[in-house]
């Protein structure tokens, strides 16, 4: 037990060496730009007073964000989506995934859920003994089941999910704004140091390694900034790029997609004020989400009623129900449909009990 549990604590110490890392190198790059270029190098008072304005705005932007999306504790499924106790003792005695499955979907019943697995069970996590929410997966680095995860990343040491997402989307655009000021403003003082312009000082080596850092962190940092920025457009994360969420109906890779604006809005939050600050505006719980094949299910299909015509009814066009209402609707709906299912297993063990008994008496 001794060992593991120090293998363990070596594993998160080791995890933070990529943060320690970056942390050194925007120290460098802080020290870099100040001291060994705006104060040695920069002639112009002027252009050294503009030139740090600007450079400790993005400064100031890319270390809140990336603070907190290290720091920002992912979220994890409510008590709700445990199992009571007595279920969670009939699981775990229970060895056919029959049995355990109809354990789940008993639960389920109350609970706001579209997704399945690929065999269409009820998502379950057995190392957390949670059912898992709607684009909840459990995080094997984390060791735990994270809300609308995204990803591990190791450059963060967190999971990216429901709770940092938009601070994650954030880092990325502060750090890119952050190397491309840096790379374009230090540029005409790389090229007078590449060709001899300028005396070789103690600044010279700090000036052209920064641009090159700076360049090279601009190309990655650009390409991962843009992929994400075209996951939130579609409103699906990076899970579900590349495993499309399995519905009632079938997979839909774009199941959770309601739209542009309505995808941009479920990241970054209604006002549009708070969009470019790192602080939470997201929208929901993280626990349930809207889809658009909600409607389109034919288990949760619209009931329509065919009262007695009324002429003076007849010309009236009929409302369509409202986000709230169909929700609701649906979860009836789908706890019928989970009724109905377990009737008809029930129904299946009572007939086979019949026929071993007929068989048994005509022998």
């Known amino acids: 037990m001794a060992p593991t549990h120090v293998l363990r604590c070596c594993q998160r110490g080791l995890a933070w060496i990529p943060v320690i890392f970056i942390a050194l190198v925007v120290c460098w790059s802080y020290y870099a730009y100040v001291v060994e270029l ?8 002027g252009e050294k007073i503009v030139y740090l304005i600007f450079f400790h705005l993005s400064f100031i932007m890319f270390v809140w964000s990336y603070w907190k999306t290290i720091f920002t504790k992912p979220a994890n499924p409510s008590k709700e989506f445990c199992l009571p106790k007595a279920e969670k003792e ?3 005695k229970e060895e056919r995934p029959e ?6 979907w008993r639960v389920a019943t109350s ?3 579209y997704t399945r697995t690929g065999a269409g069970a009820i998502r379950y996590c057995d190392r957390c003994q949670v059912i898992k929410p709607d684009r909840c997966h459990h995080c094997s680095a984390c060791d735990m089941c994270v809300l609308k995860m995204d990803h591990h990343c190791p450059w963060v040491n967190n999971c990216v999910g429901f709770s940092n997402y938009k601070f994650f989307i954030l880092f ?3 750090s890119l704004v952050y190397c491309l000021f840096i790379a374009a403003t230090v540029l005409q003082y790389f090229i007078k140091f590449w060709t001899n312009e300028l005396p070789d000082t103690h600044a010279k080596f700090h000036v052209l390694f920064l641009f090159f850092v700076a360049a090279m962190f601009c190309i990655s940092i650009l390409s991962l900034f843009s992929y994400h920025l075209w996951l939130v457009g579609k409103n699906r994360s990076t899970i579900e790029a590349f495993r499309a969420p399995v519905f009632r109906m079938g997979s839909d890779k774009n199941g959770f997609s309601l739209g542009f604006r309505k995808n941009i809005a479920q990241v970054f939050g209604d006002q549009k004020k708070y969009w470019l600050l790192p602080v939470f505006t997201s929208q929901g719980d993280g626990l349930t989400f809207p889809t658009r094949l909600v409607n389109a299910d034919v288990e949760q299909a619209t009931v329509t009623l065919h ?3 009324d002429k003076s ?3 009236v066009p009929a409302s369509p129900l409202s986000d709230s209402q169909n929700r609701l609707l649906s979860n009836e709906q789908h706890a019928n449909n989970v009724g109905d299912h377990l009737a008809d297993n029930a129904l299946k063990s009572a007939d086979s009990e019949t026929i071993t008994i ?4 005509e022998s």
């Open 358 to 361: 007929s068989m048994e008496s």
């Open 38 to 45: 705006c104060i040695f190098t920069i002639p112009s008072i």
């Open 313 to 315: 009814a007849a010309d």
């Open 90 to 92: 009939r699981y775990e």
């Open 111 to 113: 609970l706001p859920l």
């Open 307 to 309: 009262p007695e015509p």
């Open 99 to 104: 049995s355990q499955q109809e354990i789940l």
């Open 172 to 174: 990325l655009a502060y």
